[in-house]
C-alpha cells in the first residue's frame, strides 16, 4: 500500500525556515466532495494511463492535490481493487473531525465497475497472510506474524500484542509500523479503529499467540455479537 499527500514542486522549494502555508478547509463537504469528482472524472483518462504504464508516480501530484482540495488532512491511495480492478482509497485515518468529509466524498462517488471500487478508510486485504512488506533492505513476511489477543467482552473490545520474528532487528519507526500495518491488513482500518483498544510490540511471541486470520475471524466474530448483547441488555 503506498500513500501519498501533496508535494511541494521541486523548483518551488521555500525557506526551510518558512512554515508550510496552510491551506483553507472547505465550509462545505458535499461541495467539495462534488468538486472532487468532477476533477477526478476529468483526470480519469491521464490516471488510466499511468496505472496501464505502471507508472503511477505520473500522477500522485495531482491527484494528491485534489485529495487536498477536499481536505488537507485526508491521505490518498491508488490499490488493486477486491471487486474491481483499482481501488481509489481515500482516508481520514479514523479522525472524528474528517468524517464529514469522507462521508460525502463516498456519497458522491459514481457507481463501482469493472475497473473501479472506491473506499472511505483502509479495506483489509483479503489474504494478509500473502503479503510482504518491503522495510528498507528486509522482506517481512506477514505470514509470520503472530497476535496475543486478549478480549473485553464487556467493551467490545480487544487489546493485543503483535509480534514478528524479525521485529528485534528492525529500527523503532520500522517496528511500529510492523506492529500496526499487519492488523490494518487484517482487519480493514474501521473495524480496527472500532475494535482493538490497546496495541503494543511484543519482541518475543507471546504464550497462546494466534495468526493474523484467527485474529480476523475472532474481532469479527466481536463485532458480529456486540449489536446483539446491546440490544438483549434493553
Known amino acids: 500500500m503506498r500513500?501519498?499527500?501533496?508535494?511541494?514542486?521541486?523548483?518551488?522549494?521555500?525557506?526551510?525556515?518558512?512554515?508550510?502555508?496552510?491551506q483553507a478547509v472547505p465550509d462545505d463537504p458535499v461541495a467539495a466532495a462534488e468538486r472532487f469528482w468532477r476533477r477526478w472524472s476529468a483526470m480519469l483518462p491521464e490516471i488510466s494511463a499511468a496505472l496501464g504504464d505502471r507508472?503511477?508516480?505520473?500522477?500522485?501530484?495531482?491527484?494528491?492535490?485534489?485529495?487536498?482540495e477536499l481536505h488537507p488532512d485526508l491521505h490518498v491511495s491508488l490499490e488493486r481493487g477486491q471487486r474491481a480492478i483499482y481501488a481509489l482509497v481515500v482516508s481520514g485515518q479514523e479522525d472524528p473531525a474528517l468524517?464529514?468529509?469522507?462521508?460525502?466524498?463516498?456519497?458522491?462517488?459514481?457507481?463501482?465497475?469493472?475497473?473501479?471500487?472506491?473506499?472511505?478508510?483502509?479495506?483489509?486485504?483479503?489474504?494478509?497472510?500473502?503479503?510482504?512488506?518491503?522495510?528498507?533492505?528486509r522482506s517481512v513476511a506477514l505470514?509470520?506474524?503472530?497476535?496475543?489477543?486478549?478480549?473485553?467482552?464487556?467493551?467490545?473490545?480487544?487489546?493485543?500484542a503483535v509480534h514478528?520474528?524479525?521485529?528485534?532487528?528492525?529500527?523503532?519507526?520500522?517496528?511500529?509500523?510492523?506492529?500496526?500495518l499487519p492488523l490494518d491488513a487484517t482487519l480493514g482500518e474501521r473495524l480496527a479503529a472500532e475494535r482493538l483498544r490497546r496495541v503494543e510490540t511484543a519482541e518475543t511471541e507471546p504464550a497462546g499467540a494466534i495468526t493474523l486470520l484467527e485474529l480476523r475471524d475472532l474481532v469479527r466474530?466481536?463485532?458480529?455479537?456486540?449489536?446483539?448483547?446491546?440490544?438483549?441488555a434493553d
Do not use: C
Open 3 to 22: 500513500w501519498f499527500r501533496r508535494r511541494r514542486p521541486e523548483d518551488e522549494l521555500p525557506d526551510p525556515r518558512t512554515a508550510w502555508p496552510e
Open 55 to 68: 507508472e503511477p508516480q505520473r500522477v500522485e501530484g495531482e491527484l494528491a492535490a485534489a485529495v487536498a
Open 164 to 180: 514478528h520474528p524479525l521485529l528485534g532487528e528492525l529500527d523503532a519507526a520500522a517496528r511500529s509500523a510492523m506492529t500496526f
Open 143 to 160: 505470514a509470520d506474524v503472530r497476535v496475543a489477543a486478549q478480549v473485553d467482552e464487556a467493551e467490545g473490545v480487544v487489546d493485543v
Open 221 to 232: 466474530g466481536l463485532d458480529e455479537e456486540r449489536p446483539e448483547t446491546v440490544g438483549g
Open 99 to 137: 468524517r464529514p468529509f469522507t462521508d460525502a466524498w463516498k456519497a458522491a462517488a459514481p457507481p463501482e465497475d469493472a475497473i473501479w471500487e472506491y473506499h472511505d478508510s483502509v479495506p483489509p486485504v483479503p489474504d494478509p497472510t500473502g503479503v510482504t512488506v518491503n522495510l528498507g533492505t
